[in-house]
């Protein structure tokens, strides 16, 4: 069987184990289904995610026209603490940035390849723990905008890390933590604004990925450079496809590539 289409990061469905789907355009996949089977993957060409033009992608699945253009790209989606929206104030469309900046927004500590701090919208937990590759995750702060999430966030991230290890996450190198006790030490650095939203009483998440072997010396795949690549499917964990032979493929990082995928 042969699927084509444009890469967009992988659909997750959280349950005792964690499901991930592929939208391939006229085919709907469920990830789990291929583990344990060969699998190919071959680039084709590029698909802008906004444009839907053949234009080499240049970040976050856009082409550079469009990166510097669409709201989806402003610079408060990577630094919340940007956000102006509650002030009236547009960065590139003020009503696209108030359906989402004004929106509940959560801050939340999650351990994939050690505690880190985030900030995401609160309809997108759990789903943004999964595609970090958190195996456990606890909401600390719950906000009714983005801004205040991001200066907790900025706040927070003195005392913690803000990037996740991806290799570490990979070879499932982590450590339990106690989440609840990080919680309640960090509770202190919240900003005044934001004190008021801190959560008192909640328990971590733990996430269980579909992993049958994680790699040891985990190698990434570059589809633009290494445009043709075969191997048996032996997990899944954050956004990344994980192969026997240890190449490992990031498909959030690569949203806007147009590829062929054979079983």
Known sequence: MIYTGVLKKMMTENGSEIN???????????????????????????????????????????????????????????????????????????????????????????????????????TQVPTRWIDQGAHEAIEIVEVPNRYLAGITEVALKEFVADKTNWRK????????????????????????????????????TNLNFPVLKYPEKPKSLNLEKTPTFSGKLVGIKGQYLIFEDETVFNVRSNEGLVVELSI
């Open 20 to 122: 991930y789907y592929l939208d391939m355009k006229t085919d709907f996949l469920n990830v789990n289904q291929l583990l344990d089977k060969e699998i190919s993957l071959k680039f084709v060409t590029y698909e802008c995610l906004n444009c839907h033009l053949e234009k080499k992608i240049y970040r976050q699945g856009f082409c550079k026209s469009c990166f510097f253009d669409t709201p989806n790209a402003g610079d408060w989606i990577m630094k919340p603490e940007l956000s102006r929206a509650h002030l009236g104030e547009e960065d590139r469309d003020l009503e696209y940035e108030k359906s989402v900046q004004l929106k509940p927004h959560i801050v939340y500590l999650a351990n994939s390849s050690n505690v880190k701090v985030g900030v995401t919208r609160k």
């Open 169 to 204: 996450m990979l070879k499932n190198d982590i450590e339990d933590e106690s989440l609840v006790e990080w919680r309640d030490k960090l509770k202190q650095y919240i900003p005044e604004e934001a004190k008021p939203y801190f959560i008192e009483h909640n328990t971590e």
